[in-house]
């Protein structure tokens, strides 16, 4: 278990140590925050926050609804909305938005899933060497394992995917990956010589 009132010390010392009232008052804030997490029983929640980010889990997601009418129908029933948190409609992200100013609530479109999926591709695990015939076999393994594989790359038709555990709503999925991004030349061209009687 994370130590928070070591935690804690450090960011008190060092605190007191910083000559910058901006500093002092981001590590104050960064107090706060543990003191909040440790004051609302939030402290599991977070240590299985850090894990997931740890093993390269997608991002965050509070809840998942099939369609936008039942994530909208969830939305009004919120007496206060988690501003800036994130949902998934089916295996699109969207974010709350929401103004207590305003009196008004909207779920707004997330390129996150395709973001992580681009950077899973580039830097993420190696292959595992599982293969599946179709989608259909690959998700009956993916949901007969007792412990949810978190980011596995397997071969579904020849084609690479990412089974992937959203831990928060427990979610398991399959995500197809897109091709990895080229590295960038280092090499510059070299300017084109055409001779003395080039026009």
């Given at each position: 278990?994370?130590?928070?009132?070591?935690?804690?010390?450090?960011?008190?010392?060092?605190?007191?140590?910083?000559?910058?009232?901006?500093?002092?008052?981001?590590?104050?804030?960064?107090?706060?925050?543990?003191?909040?997490?440790m004051a609302t029983g939030q402290a599991h929640d977070?240590?299985?926050?850090?894990?997931?980010?740890?093993?390269?889990?997608?991002?965050?997601?509070?809840?998942?609804?099939?369609?936008?009418?039942?994530?909208?129908?969830?939305?009004?029933?919120?007496?206060?909305?988690?501003?800036?948190?994130?949902?998934?409609?089916?295996?699109?992200?969207?974010?709350?938005?929401?103004?207590?100013?305003?009196?008004?609530?909207?779920?707004?479109?997330?390129?996150?899933?395709?973001?992580?999926?681009?950077?899973?591709?580039?830097?993420?695990?190696?292959?595992?060497?599982?293969?599946?015939?179709?989608?259909?076999?690959?998700?009956?393994?993916?949901?007969?394992?007792?412990?949810?594989?978190?980011?596995?790359?397997?071969?579904?038709?020849?084609?690479p995917f990412l089974a992937a555990y959203h831990h928060?709503?427990?979610?398991?999925?399959?995500?197809?990956?897109?091709?990895?991004?080229?590295?960038?030349?280092?090499?510059?061209?070299?300017?084109?010589?055409?001779?003395?009687?080039?026009?």
């Open positions: 278990m994370m130590d928070y009132f070591d935690k804690l010390q450090v960011l008190g010392v060092h605190g007191e140590e910083s000559q910058s009232a901006k500093e002092k008052e981001a590590f104050h804030f960064a107090m706060d925050a543990i003191h909040f997490i977070f240590e299985d926050y850090i894990q997931s980010m740890k093993a390269h889990a997608p991002p965050l997601a509070i809840a998942r609804f099939a369609t936008r009418a039942e994530a909208e129908e969830w939305l009004k029933a919120q007496k206060r909305p988690p501003d800036s948190a994130c949902i998934l409609i089916g295996d699109q992200y969207f974010t709350v938005l929401h103004s207590s100013a305003k009196g008004w609530s909207h779920l707004g479109p997330l390129d996150s899933l395709e973001y992580y999926l681009a950077d899973m591709a580039n830097d993420g695990p190696k292959p595992s060497g599982l293969s599946f015939e179709s989608k259909a076999k690959a998700e009956a393994w993916l949901h007969q394992q007792p412990t949810p594989p978190q980011q596995v790359v397997v071969m579904i038709a020849g084609a928060r709503i427990d979610y398991r999925v399959l995500y197809p990956l897109p091709p990895p991004t080229p590295p960038a030349s280092d090499v510059l061209e070299a300017p084109r010589d055409d001779g003395p009687d080039a026009g």
